[in-house]
């Protein structure tokens, strides 16, 4: 079971914002289903309005959520931050001077107490990076429980933007979910996002941070694969170890007379591996060369990743 707490929040008395209510649904729309329309998240919407989230409304949730019986837990939150000698805050409605919110590290000692295997917490609020700082420490050191990951929107002592009404953080992290970060399988992991939205933003840009205490990484999202499996599953056929050079030759070619049915469609699938960079022609730099001018073709060094994957059957 997988369970997602999502708040948005721009009706702040003195500093409202625009695009929190706008990520806080996109986020629910691509974490509620995986790509084929299967369940997903159970999903938990907390937005200002018809909310008031105030700072007991929001613990109780929060509370809630990592109390849950759970394989997943994820908390995403997008508002206002506040940064002071205490720490960093998540600010809620209700926020006053000395008193602006939830703590953050409040929020992090619920996941590490709670029971459930995995504990992802996404941050797009000003100063997010300081969640998982250790107080009397120094900046650069978290503590995290085994199973807790966090990503943040921006480190410590930055802001975060909002562009055309929604989140650069959450837009990037929406992208990288539909698709954007999925590998050939079509599984989306929280450090793929991060390299997919850390490569999107530039070295003047807010710097995203991710903090993880994993041994294994479990989908967020689950997206159509690059690849049919089926036909994935094939690569030790054509390729019976990773040094293997399949030789070409023109009856693989559709244009070629006489038809030869098994090779074109051998050749399809070839050519299905091509474009996800699993194989490569040699001497050419088209399959349909390789096969015109009877050359051969190899795996590349991630196609010898998920020949291994078949051979282990875990594809």
Same mark, same amino acid.
């Given at each position: =079971?997988?369970?997602?707490?999502?708040?948005?929040?721009?009706?702040?008395?003195?500093?409202?914002?625009?695009?929190?209510?706008n990520d806080a649904n996109k986020i629910e729309k691509v974490l509620a289903r995986n790509?084929?329309?299967?369940?997903?998240?159970?999903?938990?919407?907390? %937005?200002?309005?018809?909310?008031?989230?105030?700072?007991?409304?929001?613990?109780?949730?929060?509370?809630?959520?990592?109390?849950?019986?759970?394989?997943?837990?994820?908390?995403?939150?997008?508002?206002?931050?506040?940064?002071?000698?205490?720490?960093?805050?998540?600010?809620?409605?209700?926020?006053?001077?000395?008193?602006?919110?939830?703590?953050?590290?409040?929020?992090?000692? $619920?996941?590490?107490?709670?029971?459930?295997?995995?504990?992802?917490?996404?941050?797009?609020?000003?100063?997010?990076?300081?969640?998982?700082?250790?107080?009397?420490?120094?900046?650069?050191?978290?503590?995290?429980?085994?199973?807790?990951?966090?990503?943040?929107?921006?480190?410590?002592?930055?802001?975060?933007?909002?562009?055309?009404?929604?989140?650069?953080?959450?837009?990037?992290?929406?992208?990288?979910?539909?698709?954007?970060?999925?590998?050939?399988?079509?599984?989306?992991?929280?450090?793929?996002?991060?390299?997919?939205?850390?490569?999107?933003?530039?070295?003047?840009?807010?710097?995203?941070?991710?903090?993880?205490?994993?041994?294994?990484?479990?989908? $967020?999202?689950?997206?159509?694969?690059?690849?049919?499996?089926?036909?994935?599953?094939?690569?030790?056929?054509?390729?019976?170890?990773? *040094?293997? *050079?399949?030789? $070409?030759?023109?009856?693989?070619?559709?244009?070629?007379?006489?038809?030869? *049915?098994?090779?074109?469609?051998?050749?399809?699938?070839?050519?299905?591996?091509?474009?996800?960079? $699993?194989?490569?022609? %040699?001497?050419?730099?088209? =399959?349909?060369?390789?096969?015109?001018?009877?050359?051969?073709?190899?795996?590349?060094?991630?196609?010898?990743?998920?020949?291994?994957?078949?051979?282990?059957?875990?594809?």
């Amino acid at each position: =079971m997988k369970r997602a707490l999502i708040v948005g929040i721009n009706d702040y008395s003195n500093s409202p914002l625009y695009g929190c209510v706008n990520d806080a649904n996109k986020i629910e729309k691509v974490l509620a289903r995986n790509q084929d329309g299967s369940p997903n998240f159970e999903c938990k919407k907390l %937005i200002a309005q018809p909310h008031n989230i105030t700072r007991s409304v929001l613990k109780q949730h929060v509370t809630e959520l990592f109390s849950s019986e759970a394989d997943t837990a994820l908390f995403y939150f997008s508002g206002h931050g506040f940064l002071n000698n205490l720490g960093g805050f998540l600010v809620t409605q209700d926020h006053d001077k000395y008193d602006e919110g939830v703590q953050m590290e409040n929020i992090l000692s $619920l996941a590490n107490e709670s029971k459930v295997r995995e504990v992802i917490i996404i941050l797009d609020c000003c100063h997010s990076g300081a969640l998982g700082e250790v107080g009397m420490i120094k900046t650069d050191h978290a503590v995290l429980r085994e199973g807790v990951t966090v990503l943040t929107a921006s480190r410590a002592a930055q802001v975060s933007m909002e562009i055309n009404g929604t989140g650069v953080f959450t837009s990037l992290i929406c992208d990288a979910l539909e698709g954007g970060a999925a590998d050939v399988i079509g599984n989306v992991t929280i450090p793929s996002i991060y390299a997919y939205v850390d490569q999107a933003l530039g070295a003047w840009d807010q710097r995203p941070l991710i903090k993880s205490h994993v041994s294994r990484l479990y989908p $967020l999202r689950k997206c159509n694969p690059v690849i049919p499996l089926s036909i994935l599953r094939l690569l030790p056929n054509y390729f019976p170890f990773p *040094e293997f *050079e399949f030789q $070409l030759d023109p009856s693989f070619e559709p244009t070629e007379e006489p038809k030869n *049915e098994e090779n074109e469609e051998i050749l399809s699938h070839l050519q299905k591996f091509r474009a996800a960079r $699993l194989v490569t022609p %040699i001497g050419e730099e088209h =399959m349909y060369f390789a096969a015109i001018n009877s050359k051969s073709c190899k795996l590349t060094p991630l196609g010898q990743f998920y020949r291994k994957l078949s051979v282990d059957g875990k594809i």
